[in-house]
């Protein structure tokens, strides 16, 4: 990268001025007093500023301010990407153009995350010098590149341990960020079944790159609880065994070297099964949520005479440790001594809560569009979907969503929505951009683990 040597300078008198130096600012001074020049000279530093190989501070500029007198310097620095519209991070440096590191690697990550590549950054430098009680501004700029510290983060990790006989090649543990850019998510996590005889998971985590026998640069256990190290430097991590756990939900952070480890004993879905489906088939289900919570929607109907009535359970198709209206001490729209009942038949948003033995029902009245396209208005009868009972979806032809964005409504409300991707929709979910006039809803899991719609 190219560096350029400024110079700046400022005169007290316009007599004192050089073509070397410019007349940078005036000083204010009283007719007795006798004419200082204070010339600064600022040489940026060339070369990559590799951040992962400096100390606690870090020279962006050498500068040299002369003056006939004693004086006191103080350089102020904004930093920013040289693109228009950019922000600026302003750094104060000490007499030598020292920053802080921390402040510096804040900067760069603000402006381009954490990738450790070099990256442009443009700085602007006022140095103020006081001389005789008055400040005297002068002002250079220049260009760095400056390399951010962060390890090498890949796509996917792997585990490699006890479980599946130390096989480096193996591909059944998978951690993932959600396939996003690592160094703005470097978050990666996993559920992991509990072995079934209870014992403990010793493991290491092996990069994509490592897999077939390279162990170099696998994920080791570090010298602290909660710390892990890169390039195989450490021992196992260790799961240690949680009686009557089903899951282990693992949970690394890749830029902060710290991974965690928490013992679920509650399975990812309980299955509705009822009247709806002759009490023959669990497919409709509740996802868990976290803590024990469980939420979803399901279809509840009498095609039988058989009444309103349905239990949950924790694995389909068996009844061991069934969950029914006697599991809950508080009870939300719906009644029921054993089975479980609602008054109508229709859709349903659940929240079981295991954990605290509750249940909720909230009758579904009306599933709106709603979008940039309306207003955002939740309550646009015009955008109103129908339930298709054969197919368990909920239908809208000629509808009018447009890409700036639109979700699902429930009760002309936002207090249960759907947003987010379209093969996997979530409750608070982010805006749906896809655009087309006939869209499906399939709310109630019953053919797939996720909620999920169609535009076509």
Known sequence: MKKILFFAGIALLAASCTEDYADWADLQRNAAEEAKTVTMKVTPTAGDINLAAAGDSVQLFAPSVAISDEATTTFNVNLTTGEEGSSVVSLVADNAGRVLKSELQDAVVSFYGARPVPRAISMAIAAYTMVNGQSIKNVASGTLSVIPEAPEVEQAYYITGNINNWENDDKTYKLTNDGSDPYANPTYTLRLAAPENGGNIEFKLTPESGLGGDWSKCLAAGSEEGKFNYNNDGGNLVITAVPDALYYELVFNMLDQ????????????????????????????????????????????????????????????????????????????VTGDNNIEVAEAGVYYFTVNLAEGSISAMKVTNMNLVGDFNGWNAADDAQQMQWDAENFCYVITGAGVTDKGWKFTTNNSWDVNLGGDLGNLEGNGSNISAVGTTIKLYPTRKTSDNIYCTVE
């Open 258 to 333: 710290t991974w965690s480890v928490n013992a679920v004993n509650f399975n990812p879905f309980i299955y509705f099964i009822g009247a709806t489906d002759g009490w023959a088939n669990a497919d409709q289900k509740l996802a868990h949520q976290g803590d024990g919570v469980y939420t979803g929607y399901c279809y509840v109907a009498d095609p039988n005479g058989w009444g309103l009535a349905f239990k949950f359970q924790r694995v389909a198709g068996s009844w061991d440790n069934e969950i029914n209206a006697g599991t809950f001490t508080t009870k939300t729209g």
